[in-house]
């Protein structure tokens, strides 16, 4: 997931990314996200911070998506 925020950050924070390319990370984004996150609220492996440290993440990449796509 941090890869995923790296890569992310890299191309919607300062690089030119046409916008083709930010709506298909955004459907690829919305088909993945129901499964990672009842991954993470089913996964009695993880720890309440760590559960909720991985909804913040998803909470923040979602807006992120959201951003790059109305610019």
Same mark, same amino acid.
């Not at 950050?9 to 690829?28: I, K, M, P």
């Given at each position: 997931?941090?890869?995923?925020?790296?890569?992310?950050?890299?191309?919607?924070?300062?690089?030119?990314?046409?916008?083709?390319f930010r709506q298909a990370?955004?459907?690829?984004? @919305?088909? &993945?996200?129901?499964?990672?996150? %009842?991954?993470? *609220? @089913?996964? &009695?492996?993880?720890?309440?911070? %760590?559960?909720? *440290?991985?909804? &913040?993440?998803?909470?923040?990449?979602?807006?992120?998506?959201?951003?790059?796509?109305?610019?």
């Amino acid at each position: 997931m941090k890869r995923l925020m790296l890569v992310a950050c890299l191309f919607f924070c300062g690089c030119s990314v046409n916008q083709q390319f930010r709506q298909a990370v955004d459907q690829n984004w @919305k088909t &993945i996200r129901p499964e990672y996150v %009842e991954y993470v *609220v @089913k996964d &009695i492996s993880l720890t309440d911070l %760590e559960k909720e *440290v991985r909804i &913040i993440t998803v909470r923040l990449f979602d807006e992120l998506l959201k951003e790059a796509i109305n610019d």
